[in-house]
DNA sequence: CTTTGTTGCGAAAACGATTTCGAAAGAATG
DNA sequence: CATTCTTTCGAAATCGTTTTCGCAACAAAG
């Protein structure tokens, strides 16, 4: 059944119902014009005979797609393989489609020919983009960005767009509160790339320590990366060959975490009798290490929920809707990982 | 510059080289009716003029978008955020964009009203559709299939369409025969739910067996889930506790091995020296687990690359294009989480 | 000088919707 | 009865592209 090939337009349904077009086409659309028993009729007719309009003809003459871009990172595997990404991705996908909206990955070439972001952006005529995990400071972002297509840019801020951010400061002055509180005085914290998401977790980390009268020990403060196992680990024995090691050790994320967890234990040292270790991002994984890794969970859920919300927001609403910076506060996740020194001050 | 906010059409180069606009759609697609000259002169102000052609308005004249459509299951965290699938998933992205395609995420419902699959693809007119991890006996998806829409199944068979496939039978064939080589005679299998996939496990696992003379006994065999860790921590006690339990767990996937190792730490039991263990996807974290596991690495990425080829070669060639099952081979990754047995037959 | 064949190009009709503007018919008013 | 509003609808233009078909112009052939 509806094997047909050509598709039912709004024209068979005028044919079928005796009017014109034109009146389908506002009935459908809910136009006040139209006798209510008028545009019951069409609204039926068009359920009956199977009707799906035709995306590509109303594009053209709207404009509009409904069909937002996501511009994740592609090169390596730390875009859609990353838990805490694919976790935003998914709730975003799920969200975007209950309001109507389908989502298209935003790449940086097409068919060969290499294209900017916002030509990509431009060609598929995507409402709004939605960024993640990426490069801030590339031009190609910086372009798309300053374009005046709707943006919503996640976990960094840039002055002309929403964005949304999961609460680093907070979150890192929680943990390392609990750290503080289980007795630790000599936290390292291994952490990712210069970003503002670094920049949060550093503010929320030093405060956290002033707040209960520690000073600071810039040895205890190294650079790794996010989601790189491997420099964890680099940094990991660095920090337990010190002459005076760290009693903790905070990594920048879960994953890099596990190259740290590798590495202690070739040093044959056990978590968290001989060191106590915290992650970042509460993947599920986590969950399932031994020990249980006490972690700060960040809910990528709740964040692709809002990104996608607010973006709609901004495309529907684009003049009155400012610009705004919405902070989703995850969650301490308390393991078996940081062990309690009881040798108090 | 460029911050016009109509984009540059047809019309504009027509009226800029002086020709119609049906020359400059001829040039631009490189016709044989139109003298070299005059193409490149074309050519040549399409690209200073910054042209992008308008999709909406060749989709609506061709029928065609140069956009696939991905129906990954969204409930629960196993599509997106299952690394097996993610990797699929993101090098399918890239695969796609190099032969100018756009992925497009298909859902079963839009802006609140239900849709059908298929409805959701002719909304969004993709030219084909890639379906992986989802329940392939879903109406919803049975009718995608049967539609006549350019389809490709990932990891499931259907005899009307193409599919590709991870080289299970011959992967679990030599996972099994691994084990064995290493002295191995009651080994234990957590099979994931009845799937092709698992049928064609199951036919390596036991033909690893006869060929090796072993007899394959049904205790040893137990359905879990595939990625449910906390089903493969049921089945794993429930082994350990048989009378005579096996020496190595055979696990559905990586991830439901986590759950299985954190049951086998409750229970006293340590890996490998009382129970040896192996996985199936060779996950980059399962490389970073102590001891280290090992386990079948599915070629996620090549199979996610290939699919898309295969499709887009269905797409653009659909008369001459005969459905063909694909077969994506992947290795052992050898860990540390199986012993050796030196006690020999 | 006619006929036939090339070659290069353009006019115009689609594709399927949205939207403006005005027309017709009936209702309300004077 | 004439006039003015409302209400309900339709004709037609439009979005940007592709594609068919035919028209010139000019060369080759008779």
Redesign the pocket.
């Known amino acids: 059944m509806g094997s047909g090939k050509?598709?039912?337009?709004?024209?068979?349904?005028?044919l079928k119902c005796?009017?014109?077009?034109?009146?389908?086409?506002?009935?459908?659309?809910h136009?006040?014009?139209?006798?209510?028993?008028?545009?019951e009729l069409i609204r039926k007719t068009a359920r009956e005979m199977h009707?799906?309009?035709?995306t590509?003809?109303?594009q053209?003459?709207?404009?509009t797609s409904h069909n937002i871009g996501v511009l994740f990172v592609d090169e390596m595997n730390s875009g859609l393989t990353h838990e805490y990404f694919s976790g935003i991705l998914d709730a975003a996908r799920a969200e975007a489609e209950g309001l109507g909206y389908d989502i298209t990955f935003i790449g940086k070439n097409m068919g060969g020919r290499p294209m900017t972001y916002l030509e990509h952006c431009q060609y598929r005529k995507v409402d709004g983009v939605l960024i993640a995990n990426v490069d801030f400071s590339d031009p190609g972002v910086v372009e798309l960005v300053r374009s005046g297509l709707p943006v919503i840019t996640i976990d960094y801020a840039f002055d002309s767009t929403s964005c949304v951010m999961s609460d680093n400061m907070e979150g890192c002055y929680a943990l390392t509160s609990l750290l503080i509180e289980k007795g630790h005085r000599k936290i390292a914290f291994i952490h990712g790339e210069r970003t503002s998401v670094t920049n949060k977790r550093l503010v929320g980390f030093n405060r956290a320590l002033r707040d209960h009268g520690i000073e600071p020990d810039d040895r205890y403060i190294v650079q790794g990366r996010f989601h790189d196992p491997k420099k964890s680990r680099e940094a990991t024995r660095y920090l337990m060959e010190l002459p005076d090691p760290p009693t903790v050790i905070m990594y920048p994320d879960d994953f890099s975490y596990i190259g740290g967890m590798t590495e202690l234990e070739k040093m044959g040292l056990s978590v968290p009798q001989d060191v106590s270790t915290a992650g970042y991002d509460g993947i599920p994984i986590s969950q399932f290490l031994r020990p249980k890794l006490t972690t700060y969970h960040q809910d990528a859920e709740q964040i692709g929920k809002v990104s996608v919300r607010k973006l709609v927001e901004t495309i529907e609403n684009k003049k009155t809707c400012i610009p705004e910076e919405i902070s989703v506060s995850g969650y301490v996740l308390e393991g078996t990982s940081v062990a309690s020194l009881q040798a108090a001050p």
Chains 1, 2 share one sequence.
Do not use: H
């Open positions: 050509g598709n039912v337009t709004i024209k068979d349904i005028s005796g009017v014109s077009v034109a009146t389908v086409s506002k009935a459908l659309n136009y006040g014009d139209i006798a209510p028993e008028t545009a009707y799906i309009p035709n590509a003809a109303r053209l003459k709207t404009n």
